[in-house]
């Protein structure tokens, strides 16, 4: 079936300092990729949606200059971190969806972000 | 947009009880509802979904109910069993991929042996 790769899967990094994630769909082509974030004994909130080739759309609340987002190839997207805050820490994990087959959104294996 | 209710948020049943748990969902173009499995520190696990030209699905002790009138939709696990024990969420989305998937708020399921 539909694999995403995501790493790292933990990733302890410095206040200020930026972390980059990435997530890979290996055996198809990830028409969209979107990312959440996961609070501890929370449900998985939305940050952005992001298709191949064009900007990411954040939902309301997300900064987008705090969380960059690219999207460049059907089986690439990156979550970059910019200048991680301890309230940063949480668990970030991405999902892809195709356009071919049931449109089964096949998420990564998720990111333990920790920021001290 | 989208908003999707879920209840409980914690449900304890004894091993061999059936568990249900319970989903509204507020946009009737959301045509496709999927229940997720998810143990500590992982990836949510799909473990069935079900679509809105249907109203009930089931996959051994799972099964998947949907009211497209009422717009709620319900997970039904019967013969619990310990490795049960997890969060489980629903979710809802339109039929197009770049239709993202709204989430429930999740509820944690207890089996005691």
């Known amino acids: 079936g539909a694999v995403v790769s995501q790493h790292p899967s933990r990733v302890i990094c410095k206040s200020g300092t930026s972390v980059k994630i990435e997530c890979r769909s290996l055996d198809f082509q990830a028409t969209t990729m979107f990312w959440y974030r996961q609070f501890p004994k929370q449900s998985l909130m939305l940050m952005a949606t992001?298709?191949?080739?064009?900007?990411?759309?954040?939902e309301q609340g997300v900064e987008k200059d705090k969380f960059l987002i690219n999207h460049a190839s059907l089986t690439l997207s990156t979550l970059t971190v910019t200048s991680a805050h301890p309230e940063d820490s949480s668990f970030y994990i991405c999902s892809a969806s195709s356009v071919q087959g049931a449109l089964i959104d096949t998420f990564g294996s998720g990111t333990r972000l920790t920021v001290v | 947009g989208e908003n999707v209710e879920q209840h409980p948020s914690t449900l304890s049943v004894q091993e061999g009880d059936s568990a249900v748990i319970k989903c509204t969902y507020s946009?009737?173009?959301?045509?496709?509802f999927p229940w997720y499995k998810q143990e500590l520190g992982k990836r949510p696990q799909l473990i069935i979904d079900i679509r809105s030209n249907v109203g009930e699905k089931k996959d051994q002790r799972i099964a998947v109910t949907l009211n497209k009138t009422a717009k709620h939709f319900s997970l039904h696990i019967t013969e619990t069993q310990p490795e049960d024990s997890a969060v489980y969420f629903c979710?809802?989305?339109?039929?197009?991929?770049?239709?993202?998937?709204?989430f429930g708020g999740g509820t944690r399921l207890m089996v005691k042996p």
């Open positions: 946009d009737s173009a959301s045509n496709y």
């Open positions: 992001s298709n191949e080739g064009s900007k990411a759309t954040y």
């Open positions: 979710a809802a989305k339109g039929h197009n991929a770049g239709n993202m998937l709204t």
